[in-house]
């Protein structure tokens, strides 16, 4: 019964020796190729239709494009999903899924997010206020873009598991009303907020 106990207790150990090693070299791994996160920008927004009816329903025509820059030398990117969610003062009102692709070193990739159809949103008095007051203004601003991603990465022939990186958050839009061939202001460029994009946000959020 001893020699069993003994046993089990080795096995045991061995096991959790094996894990910890695994773990430790994973980390040290990610460390030496210490990655920069992929830099995503909006570079161009536009408006086409933005018009909010009485009973809350929000008729639009959307179009984002966004540039995806992977700085790295040696990591390449495979975005498995990519979902696309657009919010207008705090209330997301339409979704669009854009087409998986490979992302080599040093790449710059160009998104294209359009959004159509209409959905319902409830604005409060002063959010209702502001979207008037840019409605007569021919710009609404507070527009956002978020991107949900599911990836994997590859260093050499190491290649992860797919997982969700943080939301790639491109907020604080001010986008131009296009209508009756009216020629748009120029669109200032903004830099979305991706947080550290080779962490897993569901294993982040497990470890809290």
């Known amino acids: 019964m001893a020699r069993c106990s003994s046993c089990f207790v080795c096995i045991y150990c061995t096991i959790y020796t094996l894990i910890f090693m695994f773990m430790l070299s994973m980390i040290l791994f990610w ?16 408006l086409t239709q933005f018009n909010l009816t009485s009973n809350n ?50 790449n710059t990739t160009f998104l294209q997010a359009v959004f159509e159809g209409h959905s319902v949103i409830v604005l409060g008095p002063k959010q209702l206020g502001e979207y008037e ?13 978020d991107l949900d991603l599911r ?11 797919r997982f969700n990186p943080p939301i790639v958050q491109c907020r604080r839009l001010s986008v131009p009303l296009i209508s009756n061939g009216k020629t748009a202001p120029p669109f200032s460029v903004k830099k979305c907020s991706t947080g550290s994009f080779f962490v897993d946000r569901d294993a982040d959020a497990g470890g809290g």
């Open 57 to 106: 329903t929000l008729y639009y025509n959307f179009k984002v494009n966004i540039t995806a820059r992977n700085p790295n030398n040696n990591i390449v990117v495979y975005y498995r999903r990519i979902t696309a969610i657009a919010w207008y003062k705090d209330n997301d009102f339409a979704w669009a899924s854009l087409t998986p692709f490979d992302q080599g070193h040093k």
């Open 31 to 46: 460390i030496i190729i210490s990655p920069s996160s992929v830099k995503f920008h909006v570079t161009d927004a536009s």
């Open 133 to 145: 007051e840019e409605t007569s203004a021919g710009i609404h601003n507070d527009l956002a873009v």
């Open 151 to 161: 990836i994997r990465a590859k260093y050499g022939r190491f290649k992860s598991s």
